[in-house]
């Protein structure tokens, strides 16, 4: 039950980067796509990543 949850919030949070990203991203959209693409395949790292490292950045 548990892992359903985390689960889920996982999915939620990376779809939420994914819209942060198409709306604010500066970078082309070949490279929103990747972003996109490798926040989807890593759900909480990518999250991580994009939220702590890279949002301000790209």
Known sequence: MIGTII???GIICAVWC???IFKTAKCGLIGKIIYSVLVLAFSWIGFAVYYFLLRGKI
Request: hydrophobic share 65%.
């Open 7 to 9: 689960y889920i919030l």
């Open 18 to 20: 994914v819209l942060d």
